[in-house]
């Protein structure tokens, strides 16, 4: 089945412990990303990916990090997380050339 | 800055009646907007889309409606059931180089019986 992996599905942590949450495509999309969803704003891009260690920033990438060294994963890093972060996190994959993305089963982080 | 802005925030449309949700765009260098459905505990689904150079797509009950020139496009959804309660996000993609994405701020569909 094709599918995006993320896990865990759900972590509380506390304030500076970091921490990794990872995604992993079996589709062989060039396009990875990573989202943000917050009650009233919608799905924010944090980091996106175009192929094996091209990345950039979205709307709102600070305080995460991200990697790309194998095509089919791409981690999302929280370096220092802070209670700010606490959302509903998602990743994508696109093949790209105006293919939707499709999304993973999200990531609920909780960061007391 | 929101580059698209989505309305209505929530919709309860009576079953069988028509839902529609809006979607204005300011960046006129997208080229793909996507509708995407989700429901509770689950991530967003690739519901339909379409491309500017087409002024509408309809596949089954869903149709988007898309003006290139008030830079707008519209989600339809006809007969709409009480399985289609869920939250909907439209979507404008820039596809050329990397993929860069902007979402609405989605609409909460409410179908009651």
């Known amino acids: 089945e094709a599918q995006v992996t993320q896990n865990p599905r759900y972590l509380i942590t506390v304030t500076g412990k970091k921490l990794t949450v990872t995604c992993s495509q079996n589709?062989?999309?060039?396009?990875m990303s990573w989202y943000r969803q917050d009650p009233g704003l919608g799905l924010r891009q944090i980091y996106y990916s175009m192929n094996v260690e091209v990345t950039d920033k979205g709307d709102v990438p600070e305080g995460y990090k991200v990697s790309r060294k194998e095509k089919r994963n791409f981690p999302l890093i929280l370096e220092s997380p802070s209670p700010n972060q606490t959302s509903l996190y998602f990743c994508?994959?696109?093949?790209?050339?105006?293919?939707?993305?499709?999304f993973g089963s999200g990531t609920r982080l909780t960061v007391v | 800055q929101q580059q698209v802005k989505q309305s209505p925030q929530s919709l309860i449309v009576q079953k069988g009646g028509i839902s529609i949700i809006n979607c204005a765009y300011e960046?006129?260098?997208?080229?793909?907007f996507p509708w995407y459905q989700q429901f509770p505990g689950k991530g967003p689904a690739l519901l339909i889309a379409i491309r500017p150079d087409v002024s509408e797509k309809k596949e089954g009950r869903f149709t988007i409606s898309f003006n290139k020139s008030a830079k707008q496009f519209s989600l339809h959804i006809m007969d709409s059931q009480p399985g289609d309660s869920a939250t909907y996000f439209c979507a404008a993609f820039y596809s050329g180089g990397y993929q860069k994405v902007t979402f609405g701020t989605g609409t909460k569909l409410q179908v009651i019986p």
């Open positions: 589709m062989n999309h060039e396009y």
């Open positions: 994508a994959s696109s093949p790209g050339q105006g293919g939707g993305y499709t």
């Open positions: 960046n006129t260098a997208f080229d793909y």
